[in-house]
T-cell receptor, first 116, second 111 residues
């Protein structure tokens, strides 16, 4: 399958700081990327859908000013968690899909964020 | 009603057993369906797509029942390495097709 690389895999930061997570599609152009968050023993919850060159579409309850998403190119999307708090500690996963087609998405390795 | 529902389990089965999971979805207009596997603290990996006619890949068989809005995954001859969480994913139309996850079904295969 297609390769999606997410970096960093693990990050620990202090409350109040910002953290940037990168998601890259290595061998295909990803018109659409998705950002999910997963708490222990729970399902992946979609945070936002990101289309290259346009603003991200955020799910209800997700603060767009806190979770900044940039999808500047067809191979890179970034999620910045601003002014992180301990309750933001979670597993963040990106996925990427070729085009807007009704096809499968491929996942990055995930980023485990711990805010202390 | 949740958009995609799965029994969280866990399903605890011996090696060699056959086990089946179901997943129901709420949007009858959904077009694409997938099963992903997620190991503890790792990202989901695509196991197989689910086609209208049903499809098989080795020990794994996926079925789609549009009338009843559910998909199923059958695992034959379970291996210890099959222990994982199996995620049902449905592409739901909301402006564009959004991969929507069930909460996953936990499978534990024991010796």
């Amino acid at each position: 399958g297609a390769v999606v690389s997410q970096h960093p895999s693990r990050v620990i930061c202090k409350s109040g700081t910002s953290v940037k997570i990168e998601c890259r599609s290595l061998d295909f152009q990803a018109t659409t990327m998705f950002w999910y968050r997963q708490f222990p023993k729970q399902s992946l919850m979609l945070m936002a859908t990101s289309n290259e060159g346009s603003k991200a579409t955020y799910e209800q309850g997700v603060e767009k000013d806190k979770f900044l998403i940039n999808h500047a190119s067809l191979t890179l999307s970034t999620l910045t968690v601003t002014s992180a708090h301990p309750e933001d500690s979670s597993f963040y996963i990106c996925s990427a899909r070729m085009g807007h087609l009704n096809t499968e998405a491929f996942f990055g390795q995930g980023t485990r964020l711990t805010v202390v | 009603r949740k958009e995609v529902e799965q029994d969280p389990g866990p399903f605890n089965v011996p090696e060699g057993a056959t086990v089946a999971f179901n997943c129901t979805y709420s949007n009858s207009a959904s077009q694409s369906f997938f099963w992903y596997r997620q190991d503890c603290r790792k990202e989901p990996k695509l196991l197989m797509s689910v086609y209208s006619s049903g499809n098989e890949d080795g020990r794994f068989t996926a079925q789609l029942n549009r009338a009843s809005q559910y998909i199923s995954l059958l695992i034959r001859d379970s291996k210890l390495s099959d222990s994982a969480t199996y995620l049902c994913v449905v592409n739901m139309m909301r402006g564009s097709y959004i991969p929507t996850f069930g909460r996953g079904t936990s499978l534990i295969v024991h010796p």
